[in-house]
């Protein structure tokens, strides 16, 4: 190894820094209940045997390499899977202790309370008043201009966009940069008040400075809403998750408190993933 090497290795930390709050706490009771779940694509199965509790005011991150059933899960979640041709489903997801499968459950009622913020800032080309407020005109949750307007102060209040954007509520949402486009669509995402909130690499495409803002606005909310997050970057799910849930080729391989899972792993696998070894 020569000098330059070695001085290189001291100016990286491979240390990962969990959060103040990396551990489950004991008073939030389960929001969610996976029991079992095994899923196919036609005759692809992605899903084998996934049993894990989610649980209230807490962020759940899915961790592990892609195309190993981390999006499968979340979109199980909230049945959006339903509408993929082919997609079969076996074992029982708990919403509040309810199966949200049962024959005598409406899919749509079962859709809304779950928001949904995709990997990359996907707002409508529309006002940025419009992004916050179509998802509750659609279900009924403002009916009035005036509590349309407060319904778009408080969510980007929330979302901490309103001191950035108030200027600017009839200009195109796609016309912010890109941070700001992912706030937006978290705002929208919580805008006809959902329960849980599913999020698929929400800073993925964000600069560190905006992902920075994106983990600051997801420490709030999470004292609000259940929080799924899927994430690649083992820092981010260290900084902001209170449990982790590893997985590989479709399969639940460790799941608990953050710190455990990340700094204290119980199989091989999940050492070798979040060491940086593979994936």
Not at 25 to 49: C, I, M, S, T
Not at 139 to 152: F, K, P, Q, Y
Not at 199 to 205: C, G, I, T, V, Y
Not at 228 to 247: G, L, W
Request: with cysteine.
């Amino acid at each position: 190894m020569t000098d330059d090497t070695k001085h290189a290795e001291t100016l990286i930390d491979y240390d990962l820094h969990v959060g103040e709050d990396a551990r489950h706490d004991a008073a939030h009771p389960a929001k969610l209940r996976v029991e079992g779940v095994n899923f196919w694509y036609d005759r692809k199965q992605a899903l084998e045997n996934v049993s894990l509790d989610i649980f209230d005011r807490e962020v759940t991150a899915l961790i592990g390499p892609s195309g190993c059933g981390k999006t499968t899960l979340l979109r199980c979640l909230n049945r959006t899977n339903d509408i993929v041709a082919g997609a079969r489903m076996t074992g029982r997801i708990l919403l509040d202790g309810a199966d949200i499968n049962d024959p005598d459950v409406d899919p749509p009622q079962i859709r809304r309370r779950f928001g949904w913020v995709a990997q990359k800032p996907n707002p409508f080309p529309r006002s940025v008043f419009y992004n916050v407020v179509y998802g509750a005109r659609l279900h009924g949750v403002v009916r009035t201009r005036a509590e349309e307007d407060a319904l778009v102060r408080d969510v980007l209040e929330r979302t901490g966009l309103w001191d950035e954007v108030k200027d600017r509520l009839n200009e195109p949402g796609t016309a912010l940069s890109g941070g700001q486009q992912q706030r937006l669509c978290v705002a929208r995402a919580i805008s006809d008040d959902p329960e849980v909130l599913l999020m698929d690499e929400p800073a993925s495409a964000l600069d560190p400075i905006a992902t920075m803002h994106l983990e600051e606005l997801i420490e709030t909310l999470r004292k609000r809403y259940c929080i799924v997050i899927i994430t690649h970057n083992m820092q981010q799910a260290a900084r902001i998750s209170q449990r982790a849930a590893f997985f590989h080729l479709g399969r639940l391989v460790e799941a608990g408190d953050t710190q455990d899972v990340l700094l204290n792993p119980q199989t091989d696998l999940c050492r070798n993933y979040v060491t940086g070894r593979f994936g």
